[in-house]
């Protein structure tokens, strides 16, 4: 590893960055060296509270300093592509929350300026990191469970029901999809690092029970590459809610983790239980599983990417494809559920970014 | 309660038949007083293993036999029509099990012959009287779960890996549907018993890992009347699960029944769990349930209804209006999961059947 810690800068400086400084500060590879929010007073309390020796008062200033190796980006969805490609144009790498952006084109004009600024590039798709998740895939690829046919996956939250006009998640121009764009796709990605690649999807999208203008309630069945379906579900509506069923024709597996320890990723494994069922069995036994970090590790990767001494796991392809799954269903649920090809969503995105 | 016992005759003796003459007699409401099989060999261990006083060598004699006040059909599905139908003309009552016949033209026809016969008749859509789905019904109904955005349901289980060209479930003419129509037409009545009738659905329902000509994987996203969005999935190829879970706005609830001992109906019960979730927290406590026993009560319901002395909770409205689910679901997945208007079924298959 590298002697010298990565110097990183915390961007946009709500509850989220909080959360990521906590996971920075509990490893050794990262050192948070400045800080930026337009909020001055916000600055000077994540200043105190995660000892960051500098903040900038200005954008401009932080991404003039050259002490910053990169930054860690938890702004609005909406302000992803304006932050991010000024961070890249400036000789930054950046990390950014998922989801990528609010739209597809934006997400894809982020792709392209990853790929023209040859700088380091993540994104939080974190939830892939959990152990159980990985154990899941351990099982997949080693054939364990046989032939899989049904993937069922669900994360809801009560999030919409607390939603005001002070919240930037209330708006559709700023959180299109709701529920299903801020909860749903961490699910997608999951689903695309087990499963590969969706291919189409049909989708009911729906406004129930919030005040907030974004969908609450979502249900979104994917066919994968080779025939395997998968099932999302996504409300904002709800007590939380987070779990994934495999079922193969040798074993099924089933995934729950206690949400309200998401935060605190070093322990999130400690609130989750994988339980497995065997082929001619009723019985389901509780699968050991290791501990993760997710937030510190994917920091820690990203860190390491910027010095060369890692790759980073969830970059612009990947996370276009969650969110071109999210685009594609929100398509689907306004023409009443008819199929959508998650290629044809992508190919008119990156036709309408290059007009 | 009657002072005599209700004289039924089983009709079709194969596993089904001896799951519900069990049922019969762990009461006192039912007496098997006949029974008919074409396979005279199965007639005889039937009439062995159960005591029934005799047996029929014809569907006529049984029918002509005037001790006999109703039938319990386990034939297969594509018989239904026929073998209900000459019960009902020859004045006799009939419960069948579910569903309630393999095509909407069928139902359609024995829900006809029900009204112009004026005979008692039930369908064998049991689950629904499970002690979990009860509970749930009753937290839906007094406002215990706050307002419902998202219902999922499972019903899966290894058959199809199982099935040859002997069996009748193999052949889509058959069984039409495969899981979907065997075991996913459970939840269904199910989810209409607790949120009323399916609106409208978008499927996908395909064939992917077992040699039978039917669909194995299936999954149905389901719009109540009133917005309520309710998902099912269905596979014949993996180890058996039986699931539903209830999200709204005050509190979740999450059913796992095992499958293993569904056939034993007065311990289904003892081998289910149901899951409370509140609002604003994440443990999970058990509700307590009852006890039921849920073929031995529908049998039992259906031998007082013939005496005027309960009525059918599933007759055939109910059941047509499960099966038009499932038709509605292939015809959606035929289309490419465009929405299909479950009404529209219907009506179809009413104008068919009037033509």
Redesign the interface.
């Known amino acids: 590893m590298t002697d010298e810690k990565v110097r990183l800068a915390s961007v946009g400086l709500g509850r989220w960055a909080r959360v990521l400084a906590r996971a920075a500060q509990r490893g050794s590879v990262i050192e948070l060296s400045s800080c930026f929010s337009r909020d001055e007073a916000k600055r000077e309390a994540f200043r105190d509270e995660f000892r960051v020796p500098r903040a900038a008062s200005s954008y401009e200033e932080l991404l003039a300093d050259d002490e910053i190796e990169g930054v860690l980006i938890t702004t609005p969805n909406d302000t992803h592509r304006n932050v991010i490609v000024r961070a890249l144009e400036a000789g930054k790498a950046a990390y950014v929350d998922k989801p990528i952006a609010h739209t597809l084109e934006d997400a894809i004009a982020i792709e392209e300026a990853v790929r023209t600024s040859g700088q380091t590039f993540a994104v939080g798709h974190s939830a892939r990191r959990l152990a159980g998740h990985r154990e899941i895939k351990r099982w997949y690829k080693e054939g364990l469970l046989g032939?899989v046919?049904?993937v069922?996956a669900?994360f809801?939250n009560?999030r919409g029901?607390e939603l005001d006009e002070n919240a930037w998640r209330f708006y559709a121009s700023k959180s299109p999809g709701g529920s299903l764009i801020q909860l749903g796709v961490h699910h997608i990605d999951n689903l695309q690092f087990l499963l590969g690649p969706v291919e189409s999807v049909?989708?009911?999208v729906?406004k129930?029970?919030t005040r907030a203008e974004v969908p609450?309630?979502?249900?979104v069945?994917c066919?994968f590459e080779g025939?395997?379906?998968g099932?999302l579900?996504s409300?904002w509506?709800?007590?939380?809610?987070y779990t994934m069923?495999v079922?193969?024709?040798k074993?099924?597996l089933f995934y729950d983790v206690?949400?309200?320890?998401w935060d605190e990723s070093h322990l999130a494994d400690k609130?989750s239980v994988l339980r497995s069922?065997?082929?001619?069995?009723?019985e389901r036994r509780t699968v050991e599983l290791g501990s993760s970090d997710m937030f510190r590790e994917q920091l820690e990767e990203f860190g390491l990417a910027i010095r060369g001494e890692a790759t980073v796991e969830v970059g612009a392809a990947e996370a276009v494809g969650a969110l071109a799954v999210v685009r594609a269903a929100l398509e689907s649920s306004e023409r009443?559920?008819?199929?959508v090809a998650v290629g044809e969503v992508v190919e008119a995105a990156r036709g309408s970014s290059a007009a």
Do not use: W
């Open positions: 032939d046919s049904l069922e669900n809801s009560e029901l049909n989708a009911n729906k129930l029970h609450d309630a979502a249900m069945i066919q025939g395997v379906l099932y579900g409300g509506a709800s007590p939380g809610v069923s079922l193969g024709t074993a099924n206690d949400f309200t320890h609130y069922q065997f082929y001619g069995q009723s009443r559920g008819a199929r």
